[in-house]
């Protein structure tokens, strides 16, 4: 097992709301950048997004790398083996501290996600909302009345690993589960099923994005995003009012990208060799020229890095 703390810290973060296989290869640059926390910390806030573009939910990132700031700068060089200080982390929350204690130091500290909650709501027959105060309560409960004495780090693994391998949310694969002789609902299906109890989701609201694009010898003219939001800190091409210019417009490309409770409809307009220039004029305000082959350096949404940037490549060539 490793047991370095940054490096389980930082999967913590990067699987939060992330699938594993998606995942994993965030965990690996990140590592390979920035081998140590004091790396993490030292790096420009505008770097570590855009190693993070594409994994969305930007203010993991945001908190990620204050979070290595403030161990650096307050741990004295030991790390802190307390749920307590971990949770005094930006972005770091009960589950988090608790992951990264107990497997990094054996501490005694629960972790519950909601693959554990699935589990426990199953063996110990929850029935209260997911989210509310209740639910909280008795999944805290359960899980300390099944906490042992020693390698808490590798039983909540394992509980975790249950819920996402054998106790699925559809289909629970209870014939293969060791705990079913505890279990509430164990070789019930429908009953299984129903648990956890959820609440409807919030309908998806639906937001109307237009872009324009410019490009002029392999640059792209792009601004940083100071508006409060998940894209804050990143950059997205400026509205198509922010230069006044003469521009023929080709498009627009219009394409659709779902956030987790939104549904963006992005309508790219996009202009290039702007009156044949040969030189880089001004950009539009705010802007700055991008070149198209450094754009890695820089946080782009996903949507612009994987759909926009691939249709500017292609108009170039
Ligand atoms: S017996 Fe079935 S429902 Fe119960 S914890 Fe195991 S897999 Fe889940």
């Not at 004495?149 to 996402?164: D, F, I």
């Not at 956030?259 to 305000?285: C, D, M, Q, T, V």
Request: charged share 20%; with cysteine; net charge positive.
């Amino acid at each position: 097992m490793d047991r370095n703390p940054y490096a389980i810290f930082l999967s913590e973060v990067i699987l939060q709301q992330t699938r594993v296989a998606q995942g994993n290869a965030y965990f690996v640059k990140f590592l390979e950048k920035y081998p140590t926390v004091e790396d993490l910390a030292a790096a420009p806030l505008d770097s570590v997004l855009a190693l993070w573009s594409g994994l969305g939910y930007y203010n993991r990132a945001r908190n990620l790398h204050r979070a290595a700031q403030h161990i650096t700068q307050n741990w004295g060089g030991h790390w802190r083996e307390d749920v307590a200080d971990w949770m005094q982390l930006p972005g770091v929350g009960p589950y988090t501290a608790g992951a990264v204690c107990s497997i990094a130091f054996d501490t005694q500290a629960i972790a519950v996600d909601g693959n554990v909650e699935r589990v426990l709501s199953r063996i110990f027959h929850v029935t209260h909302t997911v989210g509310t105060a209740e639910a909280q309560r008795a999944f805290n409960a359960a899980a300390w009345a099944i906490l042992p004495p020693k390698r808490t780090g590798q039983h909540n693994q394992a509980l975790m690993e249950l819920g996402s391998l054998i106790c699925t949310p559809r289909q629970p694969k209870c014939a293969e589960c060791p705990v079913a002789s505890l279990c509430a609902v164990s070789f019930q299906p429908n009953a299984a099923e129903a648990l956890p109890v959820k609440k409807k989701n919030a309908p998806v609201k639906e937001v109307i994005l237009e872009w324009a694009l410019y490009s002029i010898l392999g640059h792209v003219a792009l601004r940083k995003r100071t508006e409060k939001g998940i894209w804050q800190g990143l950059y997205e091409p400026p509205s198509r009012e922010a230069w006044e210019t003469d521009i023929s417009w080709t498009g627009p490309n219009t394409f659709s990208h779902a956030l987790s409770h939104r549904k963006l409809f992005i309508s790219l307009y996009w202009a290039r060799n702007i009156g044949g220039a040969n030189h880089l004029p001004p950009p539009p305000e705010g802007c700055q020229w991008i070149p198209l082959d450094k754009r890695d350096e820089f946080g782009l949404p996903a949507p612009l890095s994987k759909a926009i940037l691939k249709k500017m490549i292609y108009l170039m060539h």
